[in-house]
């Protein structure tokens, strides 16, 4: 029996078009592929974003907890020098009285020495409690560096992984439209190949 010049277009027909699908499915696995790499990418950036923050904000912290504990020094410092300049005052004070013929532990002698000590003490106590303070607030703003940072590491890797899921449902829904554009190429083709062959 002779193949009939329909015939042959209807095989070379299904023979393309099966080619044609081949080529629908190879391009939704090309395209699910760069879906995925740009999924991967996405957590690998957001990762590599969230260390360096982190180490950044490590160095922030530690500069501030520097500077807060320089300032503290400066503080005691300040504190140590108000106390010795009350010694130089006093022992000065004492030595005028006692080259006086003054009894420089009794009487106005004592009282004002009494005074000047008691007012040291009150700045020596306030700048006690400025060190303090400055060890405290610096030690706050060091941890609420570490707080917003990990809080915004968090949020931006939250953000990346749902980033890289639709990245990965792009993909699958690649692949299923091309594997369903394919059938429909392969269909398509066997049903006008069928008509062909019969005529």
Known sequence: MAISQGQMYGVAGLISAYGQAEAQKAQGIQSQTAYLLQARDSLAIAGVRAEMDTLYSSIQAGRTLKKAEIEAQNYTIAGNT???????ANASMRARAAASGVAYGEGSAAAVQRENVAAT??????ADLNALTARVLGFEDAAAMFQSTEMQNTLNLFAAERQAGQFTQAGTAARQQAGLLAGFTLAEAAVKGGKTLTT
């Not at 108000?82 to 130089?88: S, V």
């Not at 003490?121 to 306030?126: K, S």
């Open 82 to 88: 108000l106390l010795k300049n009350m010694r130089a």
């Open 121 to 126: 003490m009150r700045d020596v106590g306030i």
